[in-house]
């Protein structure tokens, strides 16, 4: 039994401390399945699987009716391994196409509107774009009322270091759900516009999202 092993060795364990790439296939299939037998444990299981079928080439193609017929593979389990396969197929088929292009205010509010407009505390969000304007991150810098020694600069571009990002959209939500720009709003803004100049990447706008409304600083004329 999968008990029996050795806490550092456990397919779970494993991944938890040395990633996902670090496990065969029979251990990822194995952290799917999440249980054996009474005969046999859950990696001897997923063994017998990839060996049915010939590998995961062939049980990407499995029927759910062909996995049941397999001893040990009930359909929850036979069900969880096609939502992974499936997950796996779209997510290689993703291309740069796929993702959000922002090419105006109103393009960035509808992005974070419903997500953002029932949020009890103020939330500022950072979306990290690439050179086309298409999302490649979207970050939670912080979480609280807004100041402008709060919204330390070095969190907000620190993402967009790491992500190669070219520019910047930030949000910040009014649980009021006015959008009215504040002179914190505004201290903000203009921090980060200077420090975006001085790190070379740019500050494209940041949006206050209220009820169904917000305001763009930029379209104001705050940067």
């Not at 296939?25 to 046999?40: F, H, P, V, W, Y």
């Not at 036979?78 to 922002?102: F, H, K, P, W």
């Not at 009014?174 to 070379?200: F, N």
């Amino acid at each position: 039994m999968i008990r029996d092993f050795p806490v550092d060795e456990r397919p779970r364990e494993r991944l938890i401390n040395s990633g996902p790439a670090s496990l065969s296939n029979q251990e990822l299939l194995a952290i799917l399945l999440r249980s054996g037998t009474r005969s046999e444990s859950v990696i001897q299981l997923a063994n017998r699987l990839l060996t049915q079928f010939g590998g995961l080439m062939w049980i990407k193609d499995a029927a759910l009716e062909e996995m049941t017929g397999l001893k040990g593979i009930g359909e929850a389990k036979a069900v969880q391994i096609a939502a992974a396969v499936e997950l796996g197929r779209r997510i290689s088929n993703l291309t740069y196409d796929d993702r959000y292009v922002i090419r105006s205010p109103e393009d960035g509010a509808n992005y974070v509107m419903n997500d953002m407009r029932f949020l009890t505390q103020e939330h500022f969000v950072c979306l990290y774009l690439n050179t086309k304007n298409q999302v490649i991150h979207r970050q939670t810098v912080f979480i609280g009322s807004l100041n402008a020694s709060i919204v330390h600069p070095r969190e907000v571009f620190k993402e967009a270091f790491r992500r190669s990002a070219a520019s910047i959209i930030c949000f910040h939500n009014h649980p009021s759900g006015d959008p009215a720009p504040s002179r914190e709003d505004i201290e903000v803004t203009k921090r980060l516009v200077e420090c975006g100049k001085m790190v070379g990447i740019d500050i494209l706008d940041h949006l206050i999202i209220g009820d169904k409304k917000y305001v763009s600083m930029k379209e104001k004329g705050y940067m």
